[in-house]
C-alpha cells in the first residue's frame, strides 16, 4: 500500500522558535497533501490543502502566516511553524492523495509538537 | 456545526462478540464515506470505504452499511478480536466538491478478551 512518512515524530521548541515538519510519500508521486491537526479526543480538523507547485489553501481560521507550507515536490510536503507558542502544542498530521482521488488519504504516522 | 457525528465516544465489547460503530452525517452532498483505525500516537489506518451508490461493502470481518435517506452509516466488525482496540474514525467526501475529508471525532473501541 502507499506508504507516507513524517519527520520528526516528535519534537519539543521553545517558544518563539520555528519548526520544520516534512511530509513524504515514499511509494507514489502524491499531486496533494493535507495537514491536519489534532487536539486530545477531538477528530482531525483539516488545516490546508497543499497542490505541488502552487500555493496552499488554508482552511477558515487557520493563519497562513504562521503555519507556512510548501509543497515542492510529488513527493514531498513542509509545514512550518513559525515564531512557535505553547496553544500550538498538537499532533499534527499529513496525509497524501493521488491524481484525482483526493478522497482516498494515506495518513503519515504524525508529528507530537510541544512548545515550553 | 459538525457534519459529521460520532455520538458514541466509546465501546466496550467481548472478543468474539460483534463490535458496531455508528456515524451520522448531515450533508447531502457527501458521497463517499470511509472509516479509518487509529492508534494513540499513530495516524489514521484505512480500513474500508462505500460510495453513495452502494448500501454495503464487505472486506473481511469489516462491513460498512450506508442508510442514505437517515444519513447514518455504520461500520461492524465480527467477531471482534483485541487487536481491533483503537480509535476509529468516520470520514466524509462531497466526490464532486472540494473532495476533503470531514472526520468525526472518533470512538474508542475496547475488546477484551
Known amino acids: 500500500g502507499a506508504v507516507v512518512s513524517q519527520h520528526p515524530s516528535r519534537v519539543i521548541c521553545k517558544s518563539g522558535t520555528s519548526v520544520k515538519i516534512e511530509c513524504r510519500s515514499l511509494d507514489f508521486q502524491a499531486t496533494t497533501m493535507f495537514w491536519y491537526r489534532q487536539f486530545p479526543k477531538q477528530s482531525l480538523m483539516l488545516m490546508a490543502t497543499s497542490n505541488e507547485g502552487s500555493k496552499a489553501t488554508y482552511e477558515q481560521g487557520v493563519e497562513k502566516d504562521k503555519f507556512l507550507i510548501n509543497h515542492a515536490s510529488l513527493t514531498l510536503s513542509t509545514l512550518t511553524v513559525t515564531s512557535a507558542h505553547p496553544e500550538d502544542s498538537s499532533f499534527y498530521i499529513c496525509?497524501?492523495?493521488?491524481?484525482?482521488?483526493?478522497?482516498?488519504?494515506?495518513f503519515g504516522p504524525g508529528t507530537r509538537l510541544t512548545v515550553t | 456545526d459538525q457534519q459529521v457525528k460520532q455520538n458514541s465516544p466509546s465501546l466496550s465489547v467481548q472478543e468474539g462478540r460483534i463490535s458496531i460503530l455508528n456515524c451520522d452525517y448531515t450533508?447531502?452532498?457527501?458521497?463517499?464515506f470511509l472509516w479509518y483505525k487509529k492508534y494513540p500516537a499513530e495516524g489514521p489506518t484505512f480500513l474500508i470505504s462505500i460510495s453513495s451508490i452502494k448500501d454495503k461493502n464487505e472486506d473481511g470481518r469489516f462491513t460498512v452499511f450506508l442508510n442514505k435517506s437517515a444519513k447514518h452509516l455504520s461500520l461492524h466488525i465480527v467477531p471482534s478480536q483485541p487487536g481491533d482496540s483503537a480509535v476509529y474514525f468516520c470520514?466524509?467526501?462531497?466526490?464532486?466538491?472540494?473532495?476533503?475529508?470531514?472526520f468525526g471525532k472518533g470512538t474508542k473501541l475496547t475488546v477484551n478478551p
Open positions: 470520514a466524509a467526501s462531497d466526490q464532486g466538491g472540494s473532495e476533503k475529508l470531514v
Open positions: 450533508n447531502s452532498m457527501f458521497d463517499y
Open positions: 496525509s497524501a492523495a493521488l491524481s484525482g482521488r483526493s478522497y482516498e488519504q494515506y
